[in-house]
């Protein structure tokens, strides 16, 4: 009767340490984690310069096999410590620790593929849980819904632009001809969206009097067009209450789902006590 009360200990302490940033244990296991991606990063960066490369290769190579290594042991940590291990291993941090300790391994199939660790650096996310910025979720879920609420409005703007850069695009193309390098009607349109945005690329520019009329005209439009859309969020979360909710980095130890409110006694996904006695 013992050893399962020891197993489920050893596992409650490991899972506090590695998912959890509100304890002192948490927060040094995720800055040491950040440390080392950081680390592994900059070891990628160097190995791409070649000069570096040629003189210290084995020296990089040995410190990404060393980092590596600590991150499958890491993964296999995080699986290890969760009673469902599939919902780490398909969520969105599953994937991208998995993404980011496979390319090593790759390197010594496929040629080429080394250089993927760089994918480390999604991993820098995490710093998200350790700035405790998870209290900040219930004002990003307040524009999700905005933006939601306002896609119709947003899909006729689209749909009103594109229209207008067709028109503008093809007057153009009478105006100015193929001579001042608008030799199509859809290059003649490219041109329109690049000036419309503000974006302004210059690898085509109207050479004619009129022609530089209407793109100053254009030009003044972009910023006007740009307000839009920007107006119709705004509109929309002033409609959206705001739902303060205090959350923490309490993790589920059953389903490893995040982001739970600092009152929470149960997981909000799968129902399971979140503070193990």
């Not at 780490?88 to 593929?113: M, N, V």
């Not at 307040?142 to 749909?159: E, H």
């Not at 850069?165 to 001809?177: A, F, H, K, R, W």
Request: charged share 20%; proline share 3%; hydrophobic share 45%.
């Amino acid at each position: 009767m013992t050893k399962p009360t020891k197993n489920k200990n050893w596992k409650a302490k490991l899972h506090e340490i590695i998912y959890e940033a509100d304890t002192p244990a948490g927060k040094l296991f995720d800055v040491v984690l950040l440390i080392f991606i950081l680390a592994s990063i900059i070891l990628v960066m160097l190995e791409s310069v070649k000069s570096i490369d040629a003189k210290y290769h084995n020296l990089l190579n040995i410190g990404e096999w060393i980092v590596t290594i600590l991150f499958t042991i890491e993964y296999i940590a995080r699986i290890v410590s969760v009673k469902k291990p599939i919902k780490y291993i398909t969520s969105f941090y599953g994937i991208i620790d998995l993404l980011s300790t496979i390319p090593k391994y790759l390197s010594l199939i496929f040629a080429g593929t080394h250089a993927l660790v760089a994918l480390r650096a999604l991993r820098l996310l995490r710093i998200f849980r350790i700035l405790k910025l998870a209290r900040y979720l219930g004002a990003s879920n307040n524009l999700i819904t905005a933006i939601k609420a306002s896609r119709s409005k947003i899909s006729v703007f689209i749909f009103s632009v594109v229209i207008l850069s067709i028109i503008l695009g093809t007057i153009m193309y009478m105006v100015e001809g193929e001579e001042n390098g608008f030799t199509n009607i859809p290059k003649s349109v490219y041109w329109c969206i690049v000036t419309l945005t503000t974006v302004g690329y210059g690898d085509i520019a109207p050479n004619t009097p009129v022609g530089q009329f209407i793109a100053s005209i254009i030009m003044i439009m972009g910023y006007g067009i740009i307000a839009v859309p920007t107006g119709i969020v705004t509109s929309e979360l002033t409609r959206t209450k705001d739902k303060s909710i205090s959350t923490n980095t309490q993790s589920c130890p059953s389903c490893a789902s995040e982001y739970h409110r600092d009152d929470a006694e149960f997981c909000y996904e799968c129902g399971h006590k979140l503070h193990l006695e």
